[in-house]
């Protein structure tokens, strides 16, 4: 499946891309991108399956008990049923202290779980499969962050050193290559 330029021509299986928004401010910079890149999806003929954490008032909290509350699984099993659906997932926030709101930092934690994005058992088998061939393999994920910075500092001169320097698990956490994506 090639990747859309621009977000160009949706591939022709899945056209869903789901976005678990994090700017909690509507008016923000964050959230004009969130409305922009939502806008450009749809017009491009990709239906978008939105989560806004803050509206759902997502817990970003593991708790011991989750398995035993069936409202915590249901919620969780939802979000995964977006990811099964997407060719794209897109993970949009502000930098804040250098990582991921916590919000979305507990949503990434909750859904992406054991078993379902990542060590994920072959089903010839049975062993887990590799780095790369988890639950969420074959879908692209793109990663829009946003910083309240001059952008002289966010360089590898400046006084944070480059982004990579100071988020280097955004990569690896936000777009789970580790689950295939």
């Given at each position: 499946?090639d990747?859309p330029?621009?977000f160009?021509?949706?591939?022709p299986?899945?056209?869903?891309?789901?976005?678990?928004?994090?700017?909690?401010?509507p008016?923000?910079?964050?959230?004009?991108?969130r409305d922009?890149?939502v806008?450009a999806?749809r017009?491009?003929?990709?239906d978008v399956?939105?989560?806004d954490l803050?509206q759902?008032?997502w817990d970003?909290?593991?708790?011991a008990g989750d398995?035993?509350?069936?409202e915590?699984?249901?919620?969780?099993?939802?979000?995964q049923r977006?990811?099964?659906?997407?060719d794209?997932?897109?993970?949009?926030?502000p930098?804040?202290?250098?990582?991921m709101?916590?919000?979305?930092?507990?949503?990434?934690?909750?859904?992406f779980?054991s078993?379902?994005?990542?060590?994920?058992p072959?089903?010839?088998?049975?062993?887990?499969l590799?780095?790369?061939?988890?639950g969420?393999?074959?879908?692209?994920?793109?990663?829009?962050?946003?910083?309240?910075?001059?952008a002289?500092?966010?360089s590898p001169?400046?006084i944070s050193?480059?982004?990579d320097?100071?988020s280097p698990?955004l990569e690896g956490?936000?777009?789970h290559?580790?689950?295939g994506v």
């Amino acid at each position: 499946m090639d990747a859309p330029a621009r977000f160009g021509t949706p591939p022709p299986c899945r056209r869903t891309s789901p976005r678990p928004p994090a700017p909690p401010r509507p008016g923000s910079l964050s959230g004009r991108l969130r409305d922009a890149g939502v806008a450009a999806l749809r017009e491009n003929g990709w239906d978008v399956a939105e989560s806004d954490l803050y509206q759902m008032r997502w817990d970003p909290l593991l708790r011991a008990g989750d398995a035993d509350a069936p409202e915590r699984v249901e919620e969780v099993r939802a979000e995964q049923r977006k990811l099964l659906a997407a060719d794209l997932v897109v993970l949009q926030f502000p930098l804040w202290w250098y990582g991921m709101p916590a919000i979305l930092k507990g949503w990434v934690d909750r859904v992406f779980e054991s078993g379902f994005a990542y060590h994920v058992p072959d089903p010839e088998t049975g062993r887990m499969l590799k780095y790369g061939r988890g639950g969420l393999e074959g879908r692209r994920a793109l990663v829009v962050v946003t910083a309240g910075d001059r952008a002289g500092s966010l360089s590898p001169r400046g006084i944070s050193g480059s982004i990579d320097d100071v988020s280097p698990g955004l990569e690896g956490i936000a777009a789970h290559r580790r689950c295939g994506v």
